[in-house]
């Protein structure tokens, strides 16, 4: 979109129902952003009683009180959607399913109650900085009249919800990582202790683990109770280095050493951010790609940050990898018997020898597959590098599936434990190779194998059993729907593997997909799937960058190129060239705009027309 009048000027994109640019750039500014996934939402386990001074009867212990339980009246209504028929709409009678209210707690600024129990007096509340009135709207207005940093600081302010890591620039030359939402405070946080479980769990209800009160707002503060100060909230401006990176990774450090609790405010609290963020494995990528050039002192150019976001290269697989190829090297002067007879497999040393010389991108490797190395989003077959690639990169997402479950998911199982989410999981599995003798903090020995004695044979032989069942899975029925039963492991295409549907959010014919496309776990360009994935549908995912985009700002203008997976409403005309990395330039000036121009629509209103 591009918007001019009452003092704007300013094109990007929007979302629907907001009647201004959420990113983009105006005539001196530009500004993107990523999730920074602050935790602004806690759940609580009430003590629910009956209080017939309550507007339900029912009410919650906190702090030694009755807390009164209100009831929000709820109407639906559907669209039958008859042929021929404007707004047919009907109202949902309410049923055990289709409640005809909703229970909230004016304790938790009118959190729902989302379940209950009146025979035990158990109850769940759900608390969020959202259900406060809230600002973001004027943000978004501000930053669309920003003329430099303090302007949009200023608007920042009322961004209150919905975190994110701001990525700014002007044409005077200044950059700036900032950090938007609001935060809450807990009591218990406050104290520097912590109330049964920590926030990312049930919380405690009775008061102790309750958001903090408002003591005195910060300025243009929307939450009612204690947030964390603007001062406090750690910002990067104009840095030394000259860049700065943000990939959805923790941008403060307070996660970094696995404990997300054990950093301090200056007034003794806890400060808490978020149990955990992106391991890190795309900022570091970034890095090292920004690292090379600066140190080879090539300049940076736009068209260096547009292959930046198209990067596909599995960033953990430089690590991975070599622990595989020093197993089998390893293997035929073992004393286990098993790990003798691995290394005598021709398929393992196929595979291995394939990973060897990966250079750890991800190519479909097939004629229909969308890959970054195509152009305007028309497939073209692939070269025998990329078919070699594909292969290679097939090989190397099952096996670490199969290796995070031989080496993390087994022993934690075999203990009825649950096993981590993938980002820890990984960081889990890198963590356990890198130790001699594979014993957790907890003193849980990850790489028990009866009948071996020695850990680094222990080690190598979950590692090769787990490239050992990657290539009986890829040949057999799991993978069949993908590679036909094929033991030629040229078949093992990336692109069979990894496809992706874009859902529309009304379902049905407006889906798109499935596309074969490149790219996999924590690459640049975010693709993520199933770490674990066993199967051929293991593989497929259902989002990635809802926008490329990169900005040149100079001091005659900005000059910006962006992409999107869809046009407005239905229309796909955009998809194609998001496929496969490519971008549309953002017009700004008339005379670009009329020569692209293919359409022009004038809406005027009628003279008889009253306010």
């Not at 701001?166 to 950059?175: E, L, T």
Request: glycine share 10%; no cysteine; hydrophobic share 40%.
């Amino acid at each position: 979109m591009h918007l001019r009048g009452g003092g704007i000027d300013v094109s990007g994109e929007s979302f629907p129902g907001t009647p201004t640019i959420a990113q983009g750039q105006n005539a001196r500014v530009a500004w993107g952003s990523t999730v920074n996934p602050l935790d602004v939402t806690d759940v609580f386990a009430e003590h629910l009683v009956l209080d017939l001074d309550s507007p339900t009867g029912l009410a919650v212990r906190n702090d030694g009180e009755n807390r009164p339980v209100e009831a929000v009246p709820q109407l639906y209504r559907v669209n039958r959607r008859t042929p021929g028929e404007v707004d047919d709409v009907d109202l949902v009678p309410p049923s055990a399913e289709v409640l005809p209210v909703t229970l909230t707690l004016p304790l938790r600024d009118g959190g729902p109650i989302v379940d209950f129990d009146l025979a035990t007096g158990t109850a769940l509340s759900v608390q969020w900085t959202g259900f406060s009135a809230t600002r973001e709207l004027d943000a978004f207005l501000a930053f669309a009249k920003a003329g430099d940093l303090d302007d949009f600081r200023a608007g920042l302010r009322r961004f209150d919800v919905g975190s994110q890591n701001f990525a700014y620039a002007d044409v005077d030359g200044r950059i700036a990582y900032l950090p938007g939402g609001e935060l809450p405070l807990r009591e218990d946080l406050e104290a520097g202790t912590v109330a049964g479980l920590p926030p990312w769990f049930v919380r405690d209800g009775s008061g102790a683990a309750d958001w903090a009160p408002l003591p005195a707002p910060e300025p243009d503060q929307a939450v009612p109770h204690a947030i964390l100060p603007a001062a406090e909230v750690p910002e990067l401006v104009d840095p030394p280095a000259g860049f700065f990176v943000n990939a959805n990774n923790d941008p403060f450090g307070t996660t970094l050493d696995g404990d997300p609790l054990n950093t301090r405010r200056p007034g003794g609290g806890i400060l808490y951010f978020n149990p955990g963020y992106d391991i890190g494995l795309r900022a570091g990528r970034i890095t090292a790609l920004l690292r090379a050039a600066i140190d080879a002192g090539r300049p940076l150019t736009a068209a260096d940050m547009v292959a930046i976001q198209a990067d596909t290269v599995v960033p953990d697989a430089a690590v991975l990898v070599p622990y595989l190829r020093a197993a089998l090297e390893r293997a035929p002067g073992a004393a286990a018997p098993e790990l003798r007879d691995l290394a005598a497999d021709p398929r393992l040393a196929e595979a291995v020898g394939r990973l060897a010389a990966w250079d750890g991108s991800t190519p479909t490797g097939t004629p229909e597959g969308y890959d970054a190395a195509d152009v305007d989003g028309v497939p073209v077959g692939p070269t025998a590098e990329e078919a070699a690639a594909s292969v290679a990169a097939t090989i190397h997402q099952v096996w670490r599936g199969r290796a995070v479950a031989a080496i993390v998911d087994a022993p934690l199982v075999a203990r009825d434990l649950p096993v981590p989410d993938d980002q820890q999981a990984l960081s889990a599995l890198r963590q356990l190779l890198e130790s001699p003798s594979g014993v957790g903090a907890s003193g849980l020995d990850f790489f028990a194998v009866p009948g071996v004695a020695d850990a680094g044979e222990r080690r190598d032989l979950l590692l090769l059993r787990a490239l050992d069942e990657t290539l009986d899975l890829l040949a057999g029925p799991a993978f069949a729907p993908a590679f036909g039963g094929s033991v030629d492991q040229d078949d093992y295409r990336w692109g069979r593997l990894h496809t992706l549907t874009l859902e529309h959010p009304l379902g049905g014919e407006r889906d798109r997909g499935p596309f074969q496309v490149d790219g996999g776990s924590y690459v640049v360009d975010a693709s993520n799937h199933d770490l674990r994935g066993a199967d051929a549908e293991g593989f497929t995912f259902g989002s990635g960058p809802n926008r490329r985009a990169v900005a040149e700002l100079l001091p005659d203008g900005i000059r910006a190129v962006s992409s999107l997976p869809g046009g407005t409403g239905d229309d796909t005309d955009l998809l194609g060239r998001w496929l496969t990395n490519d971008t549309y330039p953002v017009r700004r000036t008339d005379a670009d705009i009329e020569a692209a121009a293919a359409e022009v629509i004038e809406l005027r209103p009628l003279a008889s027309w009253r306010p």
